[in-house]
């Protein structure tokens, strides 16, 4: 729910200062909620921080119904776009998650990981998902009224590296938690699904993170050197101008130590037609004399 929200303020077809009208149907939920009374209005900034910070399932609907038309056409839209990430053996049933009716949401913690590995292409919902605590408003046609937020992902405070995303609990599915955390210039995702209690879940969510980190590490080739200008043959200039295609990255996860190194591979010389974006040579990069990307 919150990357087809997201998805839809960055594309432009909606935005976050959009008002969202709770219906009767929202303001039934139960569960995580901001009580939501039919007919409020918050802005879909406001209904978006609902979300993340406090699981309102409330304003999930709410939000749904607003992007969607309808749930049921804002569901098939999320499963169209499980689909679209590689989401294997995920089904949503309504945007919230409680089980309803005797639907329940199915999905697995390598399913949540590539969907929220996409919301975080959308950096902004970081801002939400790392609030501890803050006050919203529900505009009603008696006047304005407030409501407070507080996150249920504790981790936020407990672990100095974690940045978000999203806790989760039903009675059939434990206590849930798709985390992210930053660290070293490296950022991580670990899921946990069906913890015996919230203490437990982010106990091994925090266990996953500190294997990461002593584990993993980023090289890197940011700051790239000039490239030597190439003889053209049969072209009209003599010399070819390079540039790298883009910065080099590599993760490494087998807690190697050493340093990247890199070797440009080129021909001595090019011979026209040449176009912008052909592939002349290469930098391969090695690290304790292993290839680890070019």
């Excluded at 294997?211 to 090289?219: I, K």
């Amino acid at each position: 729910t919150m990357l087809l929200t997201i998805e839809a303020v960055d594309s432009g077809s909606a935005s976050l200062d959009d008002w969202v009208t709770a219906s009767a149907h929202a303001a039934e939920m139960g569960g995580s909620q901001i009580y939501l009374k039919e007919g409020e209005r918050m802005t879909l900034d406001d209904m978006l921080k609902s979300i993340a910070v406090a699981s309102a399932n409330d304003a999930a609907v709410a939000v749904a119904e607003h992007l969607g038309g309808s749930e049921a056409h804002f569901v098939s839209m999320m499963n169209e776009r499980a689909k679209q990430l590689g989401c294997k053996r995920t089904e949503f049933v309504n945007p919230n998650g409680l089980d309803t009716d005797g639907e329940q949401t199915k999905t697995t913690a390598r399913d949540l990981a590539l969907i929220s590995q996409q919301l975080l292409r959308h950096p902004k919902i970081l801002t939400y998902t790392s609030i501890w605590m803050e006050d919203i408003t529900h505009h009603t046609a008696r006047g304005d009224t407030s409501f407070t937020l507080n996150n249920t992902n504790h981790l936020i405070k407990q672990y100095p590296y974690a940045t978000g995303l999203k806790t989760g609990f039903t009675s059939t599915a434990g206590f849930c938690l798709s985390a992210t955390a930053s660290k070293d210039g490296m950022d991580f995702i670990a899921v946990v699904l069906n913890a015996p209690s919230s203490k437990e879940r982010m106990a091994d969510i925090e266990t996953l993170f500190e294997w990461g980190f002593a584990n993993c590490q980023v090289y890197t080739d940011e700051n790239l050197d000039s490239l030597p200008k190439l003889p053209v043959s049969r072209g009209r200039h003599s010399q070819l101008s390079l540039k790298y295609e883009s910065a080099f990255y590599h993760l490494d996860t087998t807690n190697a130590a050493g340093e990247l190194a890199k070797k440009i591979e080129l021909p001595d010389s090019v011979e026209a037609p040449i176009k912008k974006g052909d592939i002349i040579g290469k930098a391969v990069y090695t690290l304790n004399d292993n290839t680890v990307g070019f």
